[in-house]
């Protein structure tokens, strides 16, 4: 189990107050809080040994490269991927997921070739896809969802045909905290020759991630949703399709050699990579991956699912809410979307923040799912490594006060 009290001290924010009150951090599923040892990293590049890494042949050069792909390897073994050179940094997932798009999409779809994603998909696996499709008079296909969110898989044969060329699925949703059955999807899709991705956005985050045991294709996720700094975000690769999908990205670093007319391509990883990266939050994200794989994700998982079954219980007997998602734990990851009935989501956001409390409302950049959800948003609280049973009840009491306030105004 996690020391979540020798945790906290580890994050300054988490003494703060919040209008007046100690402030109860559940907006995890947008962004984590980092620990020192992060923010610290950051300020040590930039205080002792920024330097623009690759070309440089001078020490500071040399050190802040190795520093930089020092993470690369780190991030690998924190996958469970074999070769470094298969992790290619980027902004964040939404750039992971469209540089898929663009370098293996438009090379590799056809018209009439068909793209299956999920009615759960945030925004980000949904676009990317639908701007591919337009360009190449492709078709995009959508698994449904159930009445309690999961993936409804009934008519998965239909779906799922000799015509589909890539499955984009999240592991996580990040409104219902549904935990999909990746792996059996990924082998069907293979099955019928297409490729998958995994937007792994909230999944590795919260989950231990074995890419070789998955057999993805690709998987794209953020450093910031896991205590990492923003604007780091990763994709990885199986070698074959790095390997032969043409870059994305042109300019400096990525190539090895140029002429007025014509370029070829460096190696793998920095094919992808064009221009100077951001040096400095990669290298800070390399504390946050070591900070997580000190406490392992296992017990990551373990505390979340704890605290998640106990808020599911406690929330649940609120008069009016409305629970989204799976009803069991094992099915989900810390992530409670609610609504309460007669009430807007904002104004329970809005009313928890007077007392502390940050969650998130609104469509959470899912709006097809808001549409088959049939509301216009939710209220969401997620959960970390950080997070205590005593702020769930905060959260919790902070609910109820809005209940109350608001069916004492109706009646
Ligand atoms: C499931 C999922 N996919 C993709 C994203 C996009 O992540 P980013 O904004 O870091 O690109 C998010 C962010 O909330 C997410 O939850």
Request: with cysteine.
């Amino acid at each position: 189990m996690l020391d979540v009290q020798a945790i906290r001290k580890d994050f300054d924010i988490l003494g703060r107050e919040m209008r007046g009150k100690p402030l109860v951090y559940l907006d995890n599923a947008a962004t984590t809080q980092k620990p020192r040892v992060v923010i610290e990293a950051l300020v040590e590049y930039y205080r002792n040994y920024n330097a623009n890494i690759h070309r440089g042949i001078y020490y500071l050069s040399e050190l802040a490269t190795e520093k930089y792909e020092q993470v690369r390897e780190k991030t690998a073994r924190f996958i469970g991927a074999p070769d470094p050179a298969t992790i290619i940094f980027t902004r964040n997932t939404t750039e992971a997921i469209n540089l898929v798009a663009y370098a293996w999409g438009r090379q590799y779809i056809e018209p009439g070739d068909e793209i299956v994603l999920t009615e759960m998909e945030h925004h980000s696996n949904l676009v990317p896809w639908q701007l591919l499709a337009q360009e190449k008079g492709a078709r995009l296909r959508h698994i449904g969802i159930t009445e309690d969110g999961r993936l409804a898989l009934d008519d998965l044969d239909e779906i799922i045909t000799e015509r589909t060329k890539l499955l984009s699925i999240t592991r996580m949703s990040n409104v219902l905290g549904t935990i999909n059955p990746v792996k059996p999807l990924i082998d069907r899709a293979h099955a019928k020759g297409a490729i998958c991705l995994i937007d792994g956005a909230q999944g590795v985050p919260h989950l231990p991630t074995e890419v070789l045991e998955l057999d993805c294709d690709f998987l794209a996720f953020s450093a910031h949703k896991m205590l990492g700094p923003t604007g780091v975000g990763v994709l990885y690769g199986k070698r074959e399709w790095l390997e032969r999908m043409p870059p994305f990205l042109g300019g400096g670093d990525m190539i090895s050699r140029v002429w007025l007319d014509r370029a070829t391509w460096n190696k793998l990883p920095w094919k992808y990579e064009a221009g100077t990266p951001n040096i400095a939050d990669v290298i800070a994200f390399g504390a946050a991956l070591d900070y997580l794989e000190q406490i392992g994700m296992e017990a990551v998982r373990a505390h979340e699912r704890e605290l998640t079954a106990y808020a599911l219980e406690q929330l649940s007997r609120v008069p009016g809410i409305r629970i989204f998602g799976p009803r069991h734990v094992e099915d989900r990851g810390g992530v409670i979307s609610f609504d309460l009935e007669g009430v807007h989501p904002h104004d329970i956001g809005q009313l928890l923040d007077a007392e502390g409390v940050a969650i998130r409302a609104g469509h959470h950049c899912c709006q097809p799912l808001m549409e088959r959800l049939d509301v216009s948003a939710t209220a969401r609280a997620s959960f970390y490594i950080y997070n205590t049973e005593e702020e769930v009840d905060r959260l919790v009491e902070a609910v109820r006060k809005v209940e109350r306030v608001f069916s004492r105004a109706v009646n």
